[in-house]
T-cell receptor, first 114, second 113 residues
């Protein structure tokens, strides 16, 4: 079956703009998590959605938001972009098997803020 | 808050030698510990995982050990090969019932031929 798909793969935005990233999970998966990956910081948790509800949120400012649709597709939005928001944004989808079920990552969206 | 420390940040080994990466977690409620491998320009992929009710798990050349008392877990790769060169991330499940993973900062492993 198809893997996790993220679009777009690359984005260049200007400071102050906003951006929306999209993630389509593996068919049948209801959980989508988002992570920010930067050199030296590893993967930092942004938020997790399950059945259209945000279950967890990481320590990021309110400029970072997300949502999940009834088909489990998820979007992440960053408003008022800052240079420090430049990163690889990864989403991961998981099934409904409870904790201990593998999280499958997408290829990521590389965001560059200039 | 929840935290996972990972060491070392870089590791170089000769082909055929063993490599060990260590992680320490802070949340005593964590009960699932996956390890991900990320090759350059590619997505992280799960290579092995362990649950809190198990002390050790092996899969061919890869093994993971867990010490719940000390909140330590480690990845062991034996007979390393050049294709093992990548960045490895450990993680712990943050809170029960969700898929929030707290990741370590990664270890760049270089296997020298």
């Amino acid at each position: 079956k198809a893997g996790v798909t993220q679009t777009p793969r690359y984005l260049i935005k200007t400071r102050g703009q906003q951006v929306t990233l999209s993630c389509s999970p593996i068919s049948g998966h209801r959980s989508v998590s988002w992570y920010q990956q930067t050199p030296g910081q590893g993967l930092q948790f942004l938020f997790e959605y399950f059945s259209e509800t945000q279950r967890n949120k990481g320590n990021f400012p309110g400029r970072f938001s997300g949502r999940q649709f009834s088909n489990s597709r998820s979007e992440m939005n960053v408003s008022t972009l800052e240079l420090g928001d430049s990163a690889l944004y990864l989403c991961a989808s998981s099934g409904t098997g409870g904790v201990g079920t593998e999280a499958f990552f997408g290829q990521g969206t590389r965001l560059t803020v200039v | 808050g929840e935290n996972v420390e990972q060491h070392p940040s870089t590791l170089s080994v000769q082909e055929g030698d063993s490599a060990v990466i260590k992680c320490t977690y802070s949340d005593s409620a964590s009960n699932y510990f996956p390890w991900y491998k990320q090759e350059l320009g590619k997505r992280p992929q799960l290579i092995i995982d362990i649950r809190s009710n198990v002390g050790e798990k092996k899969d061919q050349r890869i093994a993971v050990t867990l010490n719940k008392t000390a909140k330590h877990f480690s990845l062991h790769i034996t007979e390393t090969q050049p294709e093992d060169s990548a960045v490895y991330f450990c993680a712990s499940s943050g809170t029960s019932g969700t898929y929030k993973y707290i990741f370590g900062t990664g270890t760049r492993l270089k296997v020298l031929a």
